[in-house]
């Protein structure tokens, strides 16, 4: 690993217990790492997806599948993505008045329903409330997004009762029959 | 450097070349502007390729640099494939003969032009091309041409849906028969069996046959063979004898270098191989290399295509491999060519759309959302059409002097046209897998636009006649004594069938004839079979 001035910063924000992504970047900083979202960030956009995908909570495995997604998105998807995740997060927790994982389950399926975050148009005539161009962001862009990014992965298969599907090798002759 | 032969593209032909030539004991230099793909980074090719991403990507994207005109354009983007194995690194696998009649469309139909060459003379080729590859087929298409040597693999048998076209096509008089398949339906060659790891276009196991698997690496361990990659031929130079003395070449730091050699053989695809002789317009060529007949570039065909799908009551049970199994070539074949187009059906064994585009699309959230994707998926069934392109002049390759890649060469222009005759051929295309697809019982049948396969066909047509062709019987450029064109550049006319399997047929035919020349002693040696 390359040492620099931030990667050092980093290292000491580690040791002393804090997230080291969300140390800020100097205005002036080249871009010698690629920006992340913060570790709490990440659960408030797992917690909202948790609640657009299914039914319930997520096992473990599911949830990897959307932080895998989500650090995909931040890392390949240029500032875009990084800009969407973080406006996403920012309007959750203004309208949850505090971290939005922090909520049980319940009540954050009602604070979506109340708020209708979770559809992903916009009617013309349709008011958005106090924040308009960030909920107008959410719905139509992370909550595709998201809902995308769960159903390809594995538990989106799992689903259709699939355990292997393209990406995943096995037993050649399960194509034949109408066995899944 | 020098070489006795100097191959321009480590794809299906020129792997295939080298490694006839090097098991001759004649010394070859591959010159490759793609990298090497090693077969152990495929697994993370996968995880690329299931996002969307292309892992056979160009490093030095500029060198895909290209231009389409016309009224339907041509577009290259991911239809090729820079580095070691060439196109084979992405194909289908689909491997299959042409028919006798795909040779002689001017003779019984009055169109087009003939080939130079037979079905019955490029026979023991193929036999040949199908044992190296491993094609695994079996001989139960009623229409096909005499074979003088079964499959080397079983078949893979047919899948769930092919049941279900089956029964359907029986009633209709439709014959559906294996789809022969350069990919190991059990361990052949030491490459491992397919593991229906469903992602054909990147094989992680090796079970497909691709030239930088099955060719390259036996080439360089004779010892004669030397690939350089990364390497990008700029233009060949002629001496005054009028013979190439030289391909100009240069890595990414666009430093020239030279490799000189006795036979210079060009193959890089249909495209590549057309610009390269623009490309060394000379004093002696002002229109292009071996380019007397002004035919360079021109002839360009590819296969149109559509697919028509529908929705079955029951699921189907898609996805679950990544390649076809069935296939029809009854209106590739048996026909009046001279009116009706011939036309190849691939029954699909993935159709409709993956789980996340059911959820996507749905604008459902929450348990609905999961039970909409759970009882809507797997319930699509789709047939494929290939359609023939007839030759057609104004179809044609040039160089665009306004776009230039990583070197400030001029790239590839594509003007492109779809006629009447291939058109009326994907309506009647159209019209027979509505009416399979109806006798299963589907509803809301529907096709989609046209588009073509990653197959480009034509540049650099063989013929008998210097006047009207660019390269002889034996793939030797008319106007140039030791330079030879190979892959499907030559080809005279499409068909309806996938071209690899000739390129290579081809590309052992003209090793044969290199040899000879090279080696006239030993010209019997080895890999290539005599004509059957």
Not at chain 2, 319 to 338: N, P
Not at chain 2, 340 to 356: I, V
Request: aromatic letters at 8%; one cysteine or more; a positive charge.
């Amino acid at each position: 690993m390359r040492l620099t001035r931030r990667s050092l910063i980093l290292g000491v924000a580690a040791a002393l217990g804090f997230d080291p992504s969300a140390v800020p970047r100097s205005p002036g900083g080249r871009a010698d790492a690629a920006p992340a979202l913060s570790r709490s960030q990440l659960e408030d956009l797992v917690a909202f997806a948790e609640i657009l995908v299914g039914d319930g909570p997520l096992s473990p495995a599911e949830r990897d599948y959307l932080v895998e997604h989500i650090e995909r998105r931040t890392t390949q998807g240029g500032g875009y993505y990084l800009e969407l995740y973080r406006t996403s997060v920012g309007l959750l927790e203004r309208l949850a008045g505090t971290r939005f994982s922090g909520l049980d389950f319940s009540r954050r399926l009602a604070l979506i329903t109340h708020n209708r975050l979770s559809s992903s148009t916009v009617r013309p005539e349709e008011t958005l409330g106090r924040f308009p161009r960030e909920v107008r962001e959410v719905r139509t862009r992370a909550v595709p997004d998201l809902i995308g990014g769960y159903y390809a992965s594995p538990a989106g298969w799992a689903v259709v009762g699939y355990s292997a599907f393209p990406g995943t090798c096995g037993d050649l002759a399960r194509y034949t029959s109408s066995e899944r | 450097m020098e070489a006795e032969v100097a191959i321009v593209g480590a794809g299906a032909a020129g792997g295939i070349l080298a490694l006839a030539l090097a098991r001759r004991g004649i010394r070859v230099v591959v010159l490759e502007s793609g990298p090497r793909h090693d077969l152990a980074q495929r697994p993370e090719y996968v995880r690329r390729y299931v996002r969307g991403e292309n892992p056979w990507a160009t490093p030095l994207a500029s060198l895909d640099r290209y231009t389409v005109g016309g009224p339907v354009p041509y577009h290259l983007g991911g239809k090729r494939a820079r580095g070691v194995g060439g196109s084979t690194l992405h194909w289908e696998g689909y491997a299959l003969r042409l028919h006798a009649n795909d040779f002689r469309l001017k003779s019984l139909y009055g169109i087009a032009d003939d080939w130079p060459i037979s079905y019955q003379d490029l026979e023991g080729y193929y036999a040949e091309a199908e044992r190296m590859l491993g094609v695994a087929g079996v001989a139960d298409e009623p229409w096909a041409a005499p074979r003088s040597a079964a499959f080397p693999l079983p078949p893979f048998p047919f899948s769930y849906s092919d049941g279900l076209f089956t029964r359907a096509c029986q009633p209709l008089g439709i014959a559906l028969h294996h789809l022969p398949q350069a990919r190991n339906s059990v361990a052949y060659a030491g490459r491992p069996q397919c593991r229906a790891c469903g992602t054909c276009q990147v094989c992680p196991t090796g079970a497909k046959a691709s030239v930088d698997l099955t060719h390259v690496p036996q080439a360089e361990a004779t010892g004669n063979a030397q690939v350089l990659t990364e390497a990008t031929v700029l233009r060949l130079e002629l001496d005054r004898s009028g013979r190439v003395s030289a391909a100009v070449y240069a890595r990414p730091d666009k430093l020239q270098q030279r490799l000189n050699a006795r036979v210079f053989v060009l193959a890089g695809g249909a495209v590549e191989n057309a610009r390269l002789l623009l490309l060394s317009a000379s004093r002696e060529f002002p229109g292009g290399l071996a380019n007397r007949s002004g035919l360079v570039g021109k002839f360009f065909m590819s296969h149109p295509s559509i697919e028509v799908s529908g929705r079955a009551r029951e699921k189907v049970y898609p996805y679950r491999i990544g390649f076809s199994t069935a296939m029809s070539r009854q209106f590739a074949i048996e026909r009046d060519r001279a009116t009706r187009g011939a036309f190849l059906l691939e029954f699909l064994n993935s159709a409709g759309p993956t789980p996340d585009r059911i959820a996507v699309a749905s604008g459902q959230w929450g348990e609905p959302l999961r039970t909409r994707v759970r009882e809507e998926f797997g319930h699509w069934l789709g047939i494929r059409v290939y359609a023939e392109q007839l030759p057609d002049r104004v179809n044609a390759i040039s160089l665009n002097l306004n776009v230039r890649d990583h070197f400030g060469s001029p790239a590839p222009h594509i003007h492109y046209i779809v006629g009447k005759y291939e058109r009326r051929a994907l309506d009647e295309a159209k019209e027979v897998a509505g009416k399979i697809l109806a006798a299963i019982g589907l509803t809301d049948v529907r096709s989609t636009g046209l588009s073509f396969a990653a197959h480009q066909i034509g540049t650099h047509r063989m013929g008998a006649d210097p006047g009207t062709s660019v390269v002889d019987v034996d793939l030797k450029a008319h106007d140039v004594p030791n330079l030879y064109l190979v892959g499907s550049g030559c080809f005279v006319t499409a068909s309806a069938s996938p071209p690899t399997l000739t390129i290579a047929a081809l590309a052992v035919r003209a090793a044969q004839h290199i040899a000879a020349r090279l080696r006239p002693a030993s010209s019997g040696e080895s890999t290539a079979h005599p004509a059957g």
